[in-house]
């Protein structure tokens, strides 16, 4: 299974990208969490405010699907 | 309250505006947190716009660093308070609405205080901390709160009326591990502001918005938009779900 891991901010050098300027692909085989597919880069999620997948937010414990696009948000508290 | 002379003439443009309700927003009482890059412009709009009675609270002074963004001071407004000289711009900009001025750093101790017998709160703070106390009082007085974040390239813009939406706690309960220096160059945080005060005038004068229970976030480095919605999380420290 492959997904394709964007970040944007501090994350994304964090997560070494290599599709393009923002997003890392990651292949494994079966299914995964996002906790376990962060395990496999590895990226701290204290570093993560949260994670959508298709524009809806999830939690760690989400299997994303084949070729879906996970999207990392880092902390944004400036004013 | 009918429109003066004055008034039809100042808002003579705006009041055709699909949906415009003039005198709905003379009667909404508004507290803004925070009169930075996000606040200041944000305060701006609403008070062009005319909404009655605006409550501006900010602790801080100016300081050179921020006039990279903070445009609604100046050179001559240097270790002056912020709260103070907002409401001065303001009310030159529009002598026909009430502007307070609350030089005072919102805590636990005032929060309620200040935020009672408001219509909205719009969030112009610059920390995680003081939003998460400006949800609860959200939550505590059920004011909606119109949350607003930027950090380099980044900018979130979001709209939280618990019960009736999930609250700020359920995506973001704890502040971010360690502080830094946010880095912050002034048109995203002049952009988000007045989308805070565009999201805030649509509430104010027709009690929705299509931002309901949902967050927009700004990529302004590609120009991508993504809006991302969530649901109420059962262990929510403040709504509880």
Known sequence: MKVFLKAGGQLRTMIKPDVDHYTRLVEFDGEKTLAEILRLLPLDPAYIAFIYVESKIRDLSYKPSDGQTITLQPPVSGG | ?241
């Open chain 2, 1 to 241: 309250m009918a429109l003066n002379d004055s008034e039809r003439e100042r808002y003579r443009r705006q009041l055709p505006v699909d949906g415009w309700n003039q005198e709905r927003l003379q009667n909404c009482k508004v507290l803004i947190v925070g009169l930075g890059g996000l606040g200041g412009i944000s305060a701006t709009y609403l008070a062009a716009a005319g909404v009655g009675h605006l409550r501006l609270c900010d602790s801080d002074k100016v300081e050179l660093s921020n006039l990279n963004r903070q445009i609604l001071y100046s050179i001559n407004n240097i270790d002056q308070s912020k709260a103070v000289q907002a409401r001065k711009r303001l009310a030159a900009l529009n002598p026909e609405i009430t502007i307070e001025a609350l030089a005072e750093r919102l805590t636990d101790k005032n929060a309620a205080e200040y935020a009672k017998g408001c219509d909205l709160i719009i969030d112009g703070l610059d920390n995680q901390e003081s939003r998460i106390l400006l949800n609860q009082i959200s939550f505590n007085l059920k004011i909606p709160f119109i949350y607003g974040a930027v950090d380099g390239w980044q900018g979130q813009i979001g709209y939280f009326s618990p019960p009736f939406t999930p609250c700020l706690s359920c995506i973001m309960p704890e502040p971010p591990p360690s502080e830094r220096t946010i880095p912050v160059f002034g048109a995203l945080p002049g952009m988000v502001g007045c989308m805070q005060a565009t999201i805030g005038l649509q509430y104010l004068m027709s009690g929705q918005t299509p931002l309901s229970g949902k967050m927009l976030i700004i990529n302004a480095d590609t120009f991508s938009f993504d809006t991302i919605s969530y649901d109420r999380n059962p262990s929510c420290p403040v709504c509880g779900g």
